[in-house]
């Protein structure tokens, strides 16, 4: 039987998969196994937004009229490049570790890691987190076991511990609000990355371009799609916000579709003061 999250993400993939043909309410409603008053509440609850105002913004050209409209206008200003302080990324960080991969592994030795799968309005997720924060949010692509594989491949010297009581009300803020304090291991280019996707505003976009040049690389591009791809908090560190310079949405580790949802979503609750 689906929860309530799953029936919304169920509901997102149809209007994603049929937005051309722009499906009513109930048609949507019907998808979800819900009453329309009944899905119309609970999907502005776990989205943010209405289906229909949601709809609006699942066009397929809607990520070009983005980049036109909302490109980030932050990204553009004089950015001093490095981090903001010692063991400071960002406001919304608690902990940030610069390492070499072959490092993160010896330095994770001996650290607890908890973890759960929980359902979410864009689908499973893995949620771990240490004593100070989230330290990864997965999107669950294929099984939880292979999800749970490659959290360990990542934290090869942590001591990993299922626990789904323990990160439920992690999970439950990082949908809702997409704020929680993160504990984060990377390179200094990858830290530099991620703050300046923090930097891009919930509602707009930038491209791969843009944020090279933001943290003074600008001849970085490939890298930057590198360590963009290489985000370990879905969703927290809006990797989702970066498309192509041409307007098309480009790839996402977690999928196109997911992405197209994200966007639209923020994009319908953050209106351009310019009506679009």
């Given at each position: 039987m689906l929860d309530t999250y799953g029936r919304i993400e169920k509901a997102i993939h149809y209007l994603d998969e049929h937005r051309a043909e722009q499906p009513r309410l109930g048609e949507a409603a019907r998808v979800a196994g819900l009453s329309e008053f009944h899905f119309q509440r609970v999907f502005r609850q776990g989205v943010g937004v209405s289906p229909k105002r949601f709809l609006q913004f699942l066009t397929a050209d809607f990520a070009g009229e983005l980049l036109r409209e909302r490109r980030a206008s932050v990204l553009d200003a004089a950015y001093e490049a490095g981090l903001s302080g010692p063991g400071r990324l960002h406001d919304l960080m608690v902990a940030v570790h610069a390492v070499t991969p072959g490092e993160m592994k010896r330095r994770c030795a001996g650290v607890v890691i908890r973890y759960g799968i929980h359902a979410g309005p864009f689908g499973r997720c893995l949620v771990a987190i240490t004593g100070r924060g989230i330290c990864a949010l997965a999107f669950v692509q294929d099984s939880e076991r292979e999800a749970v594989a490659r959290l360990r491949e990542r934290f090869g010297g942590a001591r990993l511990t299922a626990s789904d009581k323990e990160t439920r009300p992690w999970a439950r803020n990082a949908f809702r609000s997409h704020r929680a304090p993160l504990e984060l291991w990377g390179t200094?280019?990858?830290?530099?990355?991620?703050?300046?996707?923090?930097?891009?505003?919930?509602?707009s976009v930038a491209c791969y371009e843009d944020v090279a040049s933001a943290i003074g690389a600008p001849r970085a591009t490939r890298a930057v799609a590198s360590a963009v791809a290489a985000n370990p908090v879905a969703?927290?560190?809006?990797?989702?916000?970066?498309?192509?310079?041409?307007?098309?949405?480009?790839?996402?580790?977690?999928?196109?579709?997911?992405?197209?949802?994200?966007?639209?979503?923020?994009?319908?609750?953050?209106?351009?003061?310019d009506g679009f």
């Open positions: 200094n280019f990858q830290l530099k990355v991620w703050e300046a996707l923090l930097r891009i505003p919930a509602g969703m927290l560190i809006p990797c989702h916000r970066v498309i192509l310079k041409t307007g098309a949405f480009g790839g996402y580790r977690w999928g196109t579709a997911r992405k197209r949802a994200l966007l639209a979503r923020e994009a319908a609750a953050h209106p351009a003061d």
